[in-house]
Every structure is written in C-alpha cells, then in structure tokens.
C-alpha cells in the first residue's frame, strides 16, 4: 500500500513539473480567458448613455444594475501553420438592468446615484496654472501626500469626456474618492460627497480643485 501510495505521489509530482516547465496552469484547463462580471446595487441609478460626440441618445433608471463582458471564439492562425479558433473578450458588454438587457459596444455610459447632479459649466477648466507652493514641488512626497489624499477624499473636480475627448459633464465634491473595478469591465467607480458615479467607457481627468 505505501509502494503504490508513492507511485501516486511521485506520478502526481511529474505532472505538476511538467506543467510547470510547459508554460500551463491548473486554471488553463478551465478557460483561457474569465468573463468579467459585476453589479452595481444599493440605490437607484440614472444610466446615461452618450455618443463618441458627446451627445446623449439614452437615459434608463433602475436599481439592480449588472455588467458582463462577452467571450467570443476568434479565427487565429498559429505557430504550426493551422488555422483555429482562441476564446477573446468582446467588444460588446452586456448591461442589465432591473431584469431587461442592453447590449452596449463602445458607447460611453455613466451611471449615477440619482441625486447626484453634474456642474455642467466647463469654462475656465481648459487653462489650468500653478504656481510653487514649497512642498508640493517635491515630486516623491507631493505623490505620497496625494496617495493618502486620495484615500480619505479631497476637493477635486471631475472632468468626464467621451472616447473621441468630447467634454460630457462635469462633477465636483469636497470628498472624492475613486477606485479601478476589477468586476466591472472598463469602468471605474468614484464616491462624491458619500454619492456613488461609475464611468464606462470614458475618458475623464480627476483634478485639484485649488489648480482651477
């Protein structure tokens, strides 16, 4: 019984070596490539979606909001000379919302907490100037500084701009804090003033108040 358990042993060593020197993983037998899903949830949202121009063509409202990037099979040729077909994430992200579906690709979209409302006022904000202020001109400890600045919240401005770099919006809070959604494919979450914002697709810039 111990002969045969360390021939199980040492069978199951060799494969992981093998697997470990061929580039694999236990995770590659699953899926080359993980959908990407997440929901948006706690409050009623306004879901505005808006044109490469910046315009908006749509408004939905809803509470129980979902996104989910899409898997599609791509014709590929590989390095032996075949041709074949790779999992890859498509363009298309699948919003849903209270339960009703919208297949979205490539328009930007933001979603926020309904009581948010945006400053839409964006003259003066093209030129911005600073002059020296002492500490803040040490690159190393200005970016340490702002690190924590930006984990308990600052004043800042929230420039949001299409794909194409069109200005859409603008909001503002004396509290800002924003964050990468690792569940949310392309977007990022921002809390204003305690008020959730999720931006889709989107360019925006993220600015010192005390710069304008």
Known sequence: MKKRFRNV????????????????????????????KGSIKGCTYDCM?????G???????????????????????SEDGGWGYV???SSVVTITIDGSQIENCGSTVIFAQDDLQPDADFEGIDN?????DGIKDWTMIAGIVNSYKNYFGKPTVVVIQSQLGVPICAYSG??????????????????IDGKALYIHRA??????????
Do not use: H
């Not at 908006?56 to 040729?77: A, C, D, H, P, W």
């Not at 911005?128 to 020296?132: F, G, T, V």
């Open 55 to 77: 315009e908006r063509f749509m408004t939905v409202q809803g509470e129980n909001i979902s996104l989910s990037s899409n898997v599609v099979k791509e014709r590929s040729y």
């Open 174 to 191: 004396n509290d800002v804090y924003w964050e990468v959604c690792e569940d949310l494919p392309k977007t990022t979450k921002l809390m």
């Open 9 to 36: 042993s040492c069978l199951l060593l060799g494969m992981m070596m093998l697997l470990s020197l061929t580039g694999c993983s236990w995770a590659g037998f699953n899926s080359g490539v993980q959908e990407i």
């Open 128 to 132: 911005i100037e600073s002059e020296s």
């Open 87 to 89: 999992d890859t994430l």
């Open 49 to 53: 979606f808006y044109s490469n121009t």
């Open 203 to 212: 360019n925006f810039q993220i600015i010192d108040r005390d710069l304008l």
